[in-house]
């Protein structure tokens, strides 16, 4: 049998509110109030504000690939603005201001840097100039500057095989290049964030672009039977806002099937 609709679920991560680490075995349900950010109080709303969640999507077909998955932001919740980005099924994956990614402004190879001794291996995730997913494998070498051989027209994260204490590192736009994002001290990852969010009270393209549509939408590449891939979603809203609703919110994702 083909993977129908039925097959393609939606959890909730395991940290508190689904606000970080790994999947968890609680579903998300749709058109259910509160099912994933809760109710913006009334306090809130004249203060403005920033919610974090991560929740993860699950190819429950028991022998078919979920294949080419592209995610895009299909609709805005109100009085709010709402960003997605690349999420890991991971614990240390738990904190949303990871987020720190900014935009390449050009086609070109990823730098990293650690600022201490530090030998980890980083995996970047992106696209290259043709728009097709990509990924590139790079060991720190302390102070030194390493340069990947794979060129990129975007990044949409880059992760660390395990957590340092004392470490952070900084990821550069070309060999010598700008600073487009950091992964910090006991951080996992950094990542780039897509849609939307309020700046000084203004609704603007988040930092990656809108991705509104599946043509621009983010590559989250094939899902095995029983795999899934994560997304970290960002709420924002203006001080002043009137009542904030996400219930009009959705991402979509959508794939191939071999049969």
Not at 194 to 213: C, P
Not at 217 to 232: Q, R, S, T, Y
Request: aromatic fraction near 8%; proline fraction near 2%.
């Amino acid at each position: 049998m083909p993977i129908v609709s039925a097959d393609l679920k939606e959890y909730k991560s395991s940290a508190t509110n689904s606000d970080g680490a790994g999947i968890s075995a609680t579903e998300v349900v749709d058109n259910t109030d509160n099912n994933l950010f809760t109710d913006i109080t009334g306090d809130e709303a004249t203060a403005g504000g920033t919610e974090y969640r991560k929740i993860f999507r699950k190819n429950t077909h028991a022998t078919l690939t979920w294949q080419n998955i592209v995610s895009w932001l299909l609709s805005q919740p109100t009085n709010s603005a709402l960003s997605f980005g690349f999420g890991l099924d991971h614990a240390d994956d738990a904190d949303g201001a990871q987020g720190n990614m900014s935009a390449f402004g050009a086609n070109a190879v990823v730098a990293v840097v650690s600022d201490g001794a530090d030998t980890r291996q980083l995996t970047v995730v992106g696209e290259d100039a043709s728009g097709n997913r990509q990924t590139e494998t790079l060991t720190l070498n302390g102070t030194t500057e390493v340069v990947g051989s794979l060129t990129f027209s975007k990044v949409y994260a880059v992760y660390a095989n395990s957590l340092s204490a004392s470490r952070s590192v900084t990821i550069k736009q070309g060999a010598g290049g700008t600073s487009r994002g950091t992964i910090g001290t006991n951080k996992k990852i950094c990542f780039l964030w897509f849609g939307k969010r309020y700046s000084a009270g203004s609704l603007v393209n988040a930092e990656g672009g809108d991705m509104a549509s599946k043509a621009t939408g983010l590559k989250c590449g094939d899902v095995a039977p029983a795999g899934n891939f994560g997304l970290w979603y960002r709420i924002t809203w203006p001080a002043g806002a009137g009542a904030v609703t996400a219930t009009t919110t959705q991402v979509k994702s959508e794939g191939d099937t071999a049969a």
